[in-house]
């Protein structure tokens, strides 16, 4: 399921509207029994942050941004260390 969820995410990133409809109404069904697919939430989080800059139209945004909410309500450690993994480390020399 993890798989299906990285397709819808990056369908939110298409030029194509019904792309990006379909990528919306797959989040937002899986949304509905995240038990069944709340078993990777690393990969999921590492692919939002790839995917992220591309979701430019705001209904996808918005399901994006209920996703990122679901996971951070139901697995706030592992959603805190997956960003924490995949952020940009920091300048050295900053104070």
Same mark, same amino acid.
């Not at 299906?4 to 919306?24: F, K, P």
């Not at 937002?28 to 790839?50: E, F, N």
């Not at 918005?62 to 993994?85: A, G, I, Q």
């Given at each position: 399921?993890?798989?299906?969820?990285?397709?819808?995410?990056?369908?939110?990133?298409?030029e194509?509207?019904? *792309?990006?409809?379909?990528?919306?109404?797959?989040? *937002?069904?899986?949304?509905?029994?995240?038990?069944?697919?709340?078993?990777?939430?690393?990969?999921?989080?590492?692919?939002?942050?790839?995917?992220? !800059?591309?979701?430019?139209?705001?209904?996808? =945004?918005?399901?994006l941004?209920?996703?990122?909410?679901?996971l951070? !309500?139901?697995?706030?450690? !592992?959603?805190?260390?997956?960003?924490? !993994?995949?952020?940009?480390?920091? *300048? =050295?020399?900053?104070?």
């Amino acid at each position: 399921m993890t798989d299906i969820l990285m397709v819808a995410i990056e369908a939110l990133t298409a030029e194509d509207i019904c *792309d990006r409809q379909m990528g919306s109404k797959v989040l *937002d069904t899986a949304m509905g029994d995240p038990a069944s697919w709340m078993t990777d939430v690393p990969k999921l989080m590492r692919y939002i942050y790839k995917n992220i !800059e591309g979701v430019s139209t705001e209904p996808a =945004r918005h399901s994006l941004h209920s996703l990122l909410l679901l996971l951070t !309500e139901r697995c706030p450690r !592992e959603v805190v260390r997956s960003l924490l !993994e995949i952020s940009p480390t920091c *300048d =050295r020399n900053w104070p």
